[in-house]
């Protein structure tokens, strides 16, 4: 994982009851997704970065990095929804 990049895939536990997604906003790719994990609410915090005390604006997806838009946090559904903009790969043909 890059120093100053966090990587989704890196990120989470994948134990507990709060559902990580990734939703991509741009257009060029539709049909493009992550892997959902698990995670506990206190592992917000990784979506902070410890020098600045903010959250993160860009995250690697597979590699692949990305700027953040958006994080969704839904208490009630248990589930947090990190959305990213576009990854500049070439469109997915369905």
């Known amino acids: 994982m890059d120093n100053d990049i966090p990587e989704?895939?890196?990120?989470?536990?994948?134990?507990?009851?709060?559902?990580?997604?990734?939703k991509f906003a741009d257009k060029s790719d539709n049909g493009r997704s992550m892997r959902e994990f698990n995670a506990q609410w206190s592992e917000m915090s990784k979506l902070i970065a410890p020098e600045t005390h903010e959250p993160y604006?860009?995250?690697?997806?597979?590699?692949?990095?990305?700027?953040?838009?958006?994080?969704?946090?839904?208490?009630?559904?248990?589930?947090?929804?990190?959305?990213?903009?576009?990854?500049?790969?070439?469109?997915?043909?369905?």
């Open 8 to 22: 989704y895939l890196e990120l989470f536990s994948d134990t507990g009851n709060v559902t990580v997604r990734v």
């Open 57 to 94: 604006c860009e995250m690697l997806f597979d590699s692949y990095a990305c700027e953040i838009s958006k994080i969704e946090i839904n208490p009630k559904r248990n589930s947090i929804v990190i959305h990213a903009g576009p990854t500049g790969l070439p469109p997915i043909n369905n």
